[in-house]
């Protein structure tokens, strides 16, 4: 057996740190023997070399190794170019594609928060190379930068060749793009399967949530679950709950993420808003147990800091409480449901102006929570700035739509203000005289 055999044979092993070992030392020798290696070879032992560092978490020295890998390649394809021989055997075993690497390399960049020059990186790969797997990562770094439309070009592209790329659904109709058209990537492209008549419905559910029309997609939702073969599918039940606590039914949303939990109690999506309404309920046994599971399920998730955050919170420990709503945040900046964590522990500390500016965040963040919303105008009303607690109240009826919530949020504020309240009552009771939402009215008329 070869040098580049037992090398092989480590990598195949899984045996990442001995690769460390290993790869280094016979690519030295290379470098002052060139009989050691092939050209051939050394480019395949660096890209193990690289591998081997990227599973062991050092990014740094991973990303560099694989630059080295691509430099030989291209000396590689000079040579063969001209028609230089690089190696003296008859065969060559196949190498690691360019493409791969480069998407290694954009994995380290984003590992380490370097999200420009992993877009970069996988900009460089010519268009007609890119692999749906690379058209799916540069879409999702475009969607976090905010550029919406080259977003939607590539997750279009990624349905294109995978139809049934669930994800690029969601993102695209996150992004505003219309469910008939998505509709239209995802069956258009699909054989005639049988057993997948379900997806125009799940489709048409997120289309709708999408929307911020959720009772419609609640509705969807039930029925796939309850009269379908998707009966206990968590990724259903989650979009189920979801769509009910962003709907304010909280009462079904805790009991569809009960459900949920005791299913798959190493469910994470999710988990963080069902962390918050165990508090809301002052669930605290609960929220311990769902703490401990989640920690033992993943050791550095954001809904694992969340839910901890959220046990301390009602255990009376709001140091550390805000502590680790930091540390979920500094995980993903764009998780609102940190933010309103320590924005209300913050309130209830009476740290007010900080408050005030986490759940200014929040809303930034997430405009389609109301929980922001809520948190802000309740700071503002603590730190007796009406008038701006009556325009953030406003801006939510015009964000969230006239919604039980947002209305008794509106109302509720201009209960402070004697001389406007009965003109706020009949403005808002004619509002909802069509509707007939009796629970409003009375809330309104309490005031």
């Known amino acids: 057996m070869s040098l580049i055999d037992q090398v092989k044979l480590l990598h195949d092993a899984g045996l990442h740190s001995n690769i460390k070992i290993m790869a280094n030392l016979v690519l030295s020798a ?9 050209m051939p070879q050394k480019y395949q032992v660096q890209v193990w070399y690289g591998d081997a560092l990227y599973e062991e978490g050092e990014f740094h020295r991973a990303e560099t190794v694989y630059k080295k890998a691509l430099q030989i390649k291209r000396v590689l394809n000079r040579s063969r170019a001209r028609g230089v021989p690089t190696t003296n055997t008859t065969t060559e075993p196949d190498l690691p594609n360019e493409v791969d690497v480069k998407y290694r390399i954009h994995e380290c960049h984003c590992r380490l928060k ?10 460089s790969i010519p268009a007609k190379h890119r692999t749906p797997k690379v058209n799916m990562a540069l879409a999702k770094l475009y969607q976090k930068a905010g550029l919406d439309r080259s977003a939607i070009t590539y997750f279009r592209e990624v349905l294109k060749e995978c139809p049934m790329a669930l994800e690029a659904v969601l993102c695209l109709l996150s992004l505003g793009v219309k469910g008939a058209e998505v509709a239209s990537l ?52 989650h979009s189920l709950a979801e769509s ?19 299913l798959d109690p190493h469910w994470t999506r999710g988990m963080d808003i069902y962390a918050y309404l165990l508090a809301e309920e002052k669930e605290i046994k609960e929220l311990e147990t769902l703490s401990t599971t989640l920690m033992n399920s993943s050791e550095n998730s954001v809904e694992m800091w969340i839910a901890m955050g959220y046990y301390c919170a009602v255990t009376k420990k709001p140091t550390r409480a805000v502590y680790l709503a930091q540390k979920a945040f500094m995980l993903d900046n764009r998780c609102a449901q940190s933010v309103i964590l320590k924005g209300n522990v913050l309130k209830d500390t009476n740290k007010i102006s900080e408050a005030i500016l986490h759940f200014r965040e929040a809303v930034r963040i997430a405009p389609h929570r109301f929980e922001g919303h809520k948190g802000l105008v309740d700071s503002l009303m603590m730190a ?64």
């Open 384 to 447: 007796h700035r009406l008038k701006e607690a009556i325009t953030t109240a406003g801006n939510a009826c015009r964000t969230l739509g006239n919604t039980p919530r947002s209305l008794t949020l509106l109302s509720s504020v201009f209960a402070t203000e004697s001389l406007a309240i009965d003109k706020v009552k009949q403005t808002i009771l004619d509002l909802w005289e069509s509707l007939a939402i009796d629970k409003v009215k009375q809330t309104i008329l309490d005031l």
């Open 244 to 262: 009910y606590f962003l709907g304010g039914d909280l009462t079904n949303a805790m009991q569809v993420y009960t459900r949920l939990h005791s």
């Open 114 to 123: 370097q999200l420009k020059e992993a877009v970069g990186v996988l900009e």
């Open 30 to 38: 290379s470098e002052h023997n060139p009989d050691v290696l092939t």
């Open 186 to 237: 995802t069956m258009s492209n699909l054989p005639n399967l049988s057993n997948i008549e379900w997806m125009t419905s799940l489709v048409k559910g997120h289309a709708h949530a999408a929307l911020k029309d959720y009772s419609k997609a609640t509705q969807v939702f039930k029925v796939l679950e309850s009269k379908s073969i998707l009966r206990d599918s968590t990724e259903l039940l």
